[in-house]
């Protein structure tokens, strides 16, 4: 059964920086196409990362340029770089696995599972 937990979330000024975390407990992190997504109140979970088993990256045009998704195969961790954050990133942001094992240029919510609890980030206005 595979676990998440993301970290790392937390307030912020606008303009600033944070890298969140998500640990990986189960056998095949390293196969997994990983994906981080977001969801502010009263809004839908949107995703805006991913990366597949090769190292191969994918954003959604909202972070594109400020956000860097990466791996770390003998820490079983992903992790997400957030520079020049607006308000706008405020939000719940949850990492979660393809279930169908392979990422595609979508990042859609409904392909993917294992979600962990979250970690809150705030950008000050």
């Known amino acids: 059964q595979v676990q998440l937990v993301e970290s790392g979330g937390g307030p912020v000024d606008t303009g600033g920086s944070l890298t969140l975390s998500c640990v990986y407990s189960g056998n095949s992190f390293s196969e997994e196409c990983m994906g981080w997504f977001r969801q502010s109140s009263g809004e839908e979970r949107e995703g805006i990362a991913s990366i597949d088993s090769d190292g191969r990256e994918n954003y959604a045009d909202s972070v594109q340029g400020r956000f860097t998704i990466s791996r770390d195969n003998a820490k079983n961790t992903l992790y997400l770089q957030m520079d020049s954050l607006k308000p706008e990133d405020s939000a719940m942001y949850y990492c979660?696995?393809?279930?169908?094992?392979?990422?595609?240029?979508?990042?859609?919510?409904?392909?993917?599972?294992?979600w962990g609890p979250g970690t809150q980030v705030t950008v000050a206005k």
């Open positions: 979660a696995t393809n279930q169908f094992g392979y990422c595609d240029y979508n990042i859609a919510e409904a392909e993917f599972e294992n």
